[in-house]
Nanobody, 119 residues
Framework: VRPVESGGGMVQPGGSLNLSCTAS????????MSWYREAPGKQRELVAD???????NYGDSVQGRFTISRGNRQNTVHLQMNSLKPEDTAVYYC??????????????WGQGTLVTVSS
């Protein structure tokens, strides 16, 4: 299974971007899909999380500005980012947890997409 991210780029402060992630491969049951980010010199942190069953979760710094949602395409999630700030600059990674056809619980990461917020 390979998560593929898209939608990163450069935007001015106050602007918006929409990230997408699609997980392709032998997924029997999707457990959750999440977005994390890693800024230079900082640890990777949770941005938003959407489990198959349960409520969405957001990091404190993005609450009220970012929205995670499921896409129409299977095993796809979107991250709508509004009111972007320079401190949102980071590489954004898609995380997928799933059960495969051998009933193994597996976790995979995408390669990341860079978001730069700068004037």
């Amino acid at each position: 299974v390979r998560p593929v991210e898209s939608g990163g780029g450069m935007v001015q402060p106050g602007g918006s971007l929409n990230l997408s992630c699609t997980a392709s491969g032998p997924i029997l049951r999707l457990q959750r899909m999440s977005w994390y980010r890693e800024a230079p010199g900082k640890q990777r942190e949770l941005v938003a999380d959407i489990p198959t069953y349960g409520e969405t979760n957001y990091g404190d710094s993005v609450q009220g500005r970012f929205t995670i949602s499921r896409g129409n395409r299977q095993n796809t999630v979107h991250l709508q980012m509004n009111s972007l700030k320079p401190e949102d600059t980071a590489v954004y990674y898609c995380y997928v947890a799933y059960t495969d056809f051998e009933l193994r619980f597996l976790e995979v990461w995408g390669q990341g997409t860079l978001v730069t917020v700068s004037s």
